[in-house]
Protein backbone atom coordinates (compact mmCIF):
# COMPACT_ATOMS: atom_id res chain seq x y z
CA UNK A 1 0.00 0.00 0.00
CA UNK A 2 1.03 3.21 -0.93
CA UNK A 3 -0.07 6.82 1.08
CA UNK A 4 0.07 10.14 -0.25
CA UNK A 5 0.21 13.24 1.81
CA UNK A 6 -0.17 16.66 0.32
CA UNK A 7 -0.04 20.07 1.78
CA UNK A 8 0.32 23.69 0.80
CA UNK A 9 -3.19 25.01 -0.01
CA UNK A 10 -4.51 27.74 1.17
CA UNK A 11 -6.33 30.85 0.49
CA UNK A 12 -4.20 33.27 -2.21
CA UNK A 13 -5.75 36.42 -3.97
CA UNK A 14 -5.56 36.69 -8.02
CA UNK A 15 -2.33 37.08 -9.23
CA UNK A 16 -0.78 35.42 -6.38
CA UNK A 17 1.30 32.11 -6.31
CA UNK A 18 1.02 28.49 -3.98
CA UNK A 19 3.17 25.81 -3.85
CA UNK A 20 1.91 22.24 -3.32
CA UNK A 21 3.79 19.14 -1.89
CA UNK A 22 3.15 15.65 -1.84
CA UNK A 23 5.28 13.00 -0.74
CA UNK A 24 4.83 9.26 -0.95
CA UNK A 25 5.39 6.41 1.40
CA UNK A 26 4.40 3.03 1.45
CA UNK A 27 5.54 -0.43 -0.32
CA UNK A 28 6.94 1.41 -3.16
CA UNK A 29 9.24 -0.78 -6.05
CA UNK A 30 9.03 2.10 -8.73
CA UNK A 31 6.90 5.27 -9.36
CA UNK A 32 5.85 5.57 -13.24
CA UNK A 33 4.59 8.79 -12.35
CA UNK A 34 3.53 11.44 -10.30
CA UNK A 35 0.83 14.40 -10.71
CA UNK A 36 -1.53 16.83 -9.62
CA UNK A 37 -5.62 16.51 -10.44
CA UNK A 38 -8.42 19.25 -9.51
CA UNK A 39 -11.62 19.33 -8.68
CA UNK A 40 -14.02 22.02 -8.57
CA UNK A 41 -17.70 22.10 -7.17
CA UNK A 42 -19.91 20.53 -9.90
CA UNK A 43 -16.83 19.55 -12.08
CA UNK A 44 -15.00 16.61 -12.93
CA UNK A 45 -12.14 15.88 -11.77
CA UNK A 46 -8.96 16.85 -14.31
CA UNK A 47 -5.36 16.76 -15.19
CA UNK A 48 -3.40 19.74 -14.05
CA UNK A 49 0.08 18.45 -14.23
CA UNK A 50 2.31 15.13 -15.00
CA UNK A 51 5.57 14.07 -14.42
CA UNK A 52 7.18 11.07 -15.14
CA UNK A 53 10.17 9.06 -13.91
CA UNK A 54 11.95 10.03 -16.79
CA UNK A 55 10.98 14.05 -16.06
CA UNK A 56 8.66 14.54 -18.62
CA UNK A 57 6.60 17.02 -17.63
CA UNK A 58 2.92 17.78 -19.21
CA UNK A 59 0.00 20.10 -18.45
CA UNK A 60 -3.57 21.05 -19.06
CA UNK A 61 -3.54 24.10 -21.58
CA UNK A 62 -4.94 26.56 -18.88
CA UNK A 63 -2.02 26.29 -16.50
CA UNK A 64 0.68 25.96 -19.19
CA UNK A 65 3.01 29.01 -18.33
CA UNK A 66 1.88 29.53 -15.21
CA UNK A 67 2.36 26.28 -13.26
CA UNK A 68 5.32 24.32 -12.87
CA UNK A 69 6.18 20.51 -11.56
CA UNK A 70 9.00 19.15 -10.11
CA UNK A 71 9.45 15.67 -8.68
CA UNK A 72 12.48 14.06 -6.45
CA UNK A 73 12.59 10.53 -7.78
CA UNK A 74 15.13 10.19 -4.48
CA UNK A 75 12.36 11.23 -2.23
CA UNK A 76 9.51 10.33 -3.51
CA UNK A 77 7.94 14.15 -4.10
CA UNK A 78 6.15 16.10 -6.34
CA UNK A 79 5.80 19.56 -6.31
CA UNK A 80 3.23 22.12 -7.85
CA UNK A 81 4.26 25.84 -8.21
CA UNK A 82 1.34 27.74 -9.36
CA UNK A 83 1.92 31.34 -10.04
CA UNK A 84 -0.18 34.08 -11.58
CA UNK A 85 -3.30 32.25 -9.88
CA UNK A 86 -6.60 32.41 -11.04
CA UNK A 87 -10.36 32.46 -9.79
CA UNK A 88 -10.71 29.63 -12.08
CA UNK A 89 -8.00 27.65 -10.36
CA UNK A 90 -9.54 27.31 -6.99
CA UNK A 91 -10.46 23.70 -6.47
CA UNK A 92 -9.28 20.89 -4.44
CA UNK A 93 -5.89 19.76 -5.40
CA UNK A 94 -5.30 16.07 -5.30
CA UNK A 95 -2.03 14.04 -5.79
CA UNK A 96 -1.59 11.09 -8.20
CA UNK A 97 0.88 8.51 -8.29
CA UNK A 98 1.10 5.23 -10.34
CA UNK A 99 3.26 2.79 -8.58
CA UNK A 100 4.66 -0.07 -10.86
CA UNK A 101 5.31 -3.25 -8.96
CA UNK A 102 8.02 -5.71 -9.06
CA UNK A 103 5.82 -7.94 -11.31
CA UNK A 104 5.20 -5.15 -13.30
CA UNK A 105 1.76 -4.22 -12.42
CA UNK A 106 0.62 -0.90 -12.30
CA UNK A 107 -1.66 0.81 -8.77
CA UNK A 108 -2.87 4.23 -9.04
CA UNK A 109 -3.10 5.92 -5.68
CA UNK A 110 -4.40 9.25 -4.42
CA UNK A 111 -4.07 11.70 -1.85
CA UNK A 112 -6.62 13.06 0.68
CA UNK A 113 -6.64 16.41 -1.47
CA UNK A 114 -5.46 19.94 -0.47
CA UNK A 115 -7.84 22.73 -0.91
CA UNK A 116 -6.99 25.81 -3.17
CA UNK A 117 -9.00 29.08 -2.59
CA UNK A 118 -8.59 32.06 -4.68
CA UNK A 119 -10.16 35.49 -4.06
CA UNK A 120 -10.60 38.44 -6.22
Known amino acids: QVQLVESGGGLVQAGGSLRLSCAAS????????MGWYRQAPGKQRESVAS???????TYLDSVKGRFTISRDNAKNTVDLQMDSLKLEDAAVYYC??????????????WGQGTQVTVSS
Open 26 to 33: GSIFRIKS
Open 51 to 57: ISSEGRA
Open 96 to 109: QTIVTTSLGHNYQY
